[in-house]
């Protein structure tokens, strides 16, 4: 059963416009929740991660909220570019160690147009 | 240098033979993580070291080997290609849960 579910599953935007990334999860314990992205055929990358109960973090364009006792997070991008085409994929840590498991969702396929 | 790397790039294999990808990273991270993604699936953990422990994932454990000869050095090892192999196969290290670095991938094609 899919622990981590992501919506949309693709989205077109153009450049310019904004956007929202949404991720539910039932990971049980819910110790983190981090957001990668992934350029076509290439590696993840981390934009954020988020820890606390309501935490809210930015870097640059990107900005994501967690809400634990929803079990759900986002992830805003702002005046989207071309170069942010690309998989963003939400991660849910269930421990606070390296031991932990990681809980992958499917990824939401952004696609920036002119 | 917080890059972790990965070789080769791409990757082709014939089935039934033998296919062996490294990863290193200088951060001298204690674990070192082995994932299988496939398009439009979530990235699968295979195996991951925590310093000189190997620990694999029970659906793959016959399926994949790895080494770590020292804590910069992490390979995955199939002994025998099937068509089902074919993914592009992710390297992480960790010293941390919170912080978590990903190779570019290997990607394996096998026929």
């Known amino acids: 059963k899919t622990q981590v579910e992501q919506s949309p599953q693709s989205l077109v935007v153009r450049q310019g416009e904004n956007c929202v990334l949404q991720?539910?999860?039932?990971?049980?314990?819910?110790?983190?929740l981090r957001w990668f992205k992934q350029d076509t055929g290439k590696g993840l990358v981390s934009l954020t991660v988020l820890v606390h109960e309501n935490d809210k973090t930015s870097n640059g364009r990107y900005s994501a909220t967690l809400d634990k006792d929803a079990k759900h997070s986002t992830l805003h991008i702002t005046a989207t570019l071309l170069d942010d085409t690309a998989t963003y994929i939400c991660v849910v840590g269930d421990r606070g160690s390296a031991l932990g498991r990681l809980h992958f969702g499917a990824g939401t396929q952004l696609i920036v147009i002119p | 240098d917080t890059t972790v790397k990965q070789n080769p790039r791409y990757k082709l294999a014939r089935v039934g033979k033998p296919v062996n990808l490294i990863c290193s990273q200088t951060?001298?991270?204690?674990?070192m993580y082995w994932y299988q993604k496939k398009p439009n699936q979530a990235p699968k953990l295979l195996l991951f070291y925590y310093d000189k422990i190997l620990n694999r994932e029970a659906d793959t454990f016959e399926k994949f080997q790895s080494s770590r000869p020292n804590n910069s050095f992490c390979s995955l090892y199939i002994g025998s290609a099937g068509l089902e192999y074919s993914a592009m196969y992710l390297c992480?290290?960790?010293?941390?849960?919170?912080?978590?670095?990903f190779g570019s991938g290997t990607r394996l094609t096998v026929l």
């Open positions: 992480a290290s960790s010293p941390s849960a919170e912080t978590l670095y």
């Open positions: 951060m001298n991270h204690d674990t």
């Open positions: 991720c539910n999860y039932s990971v049980t314990p819910d110790n983190h």
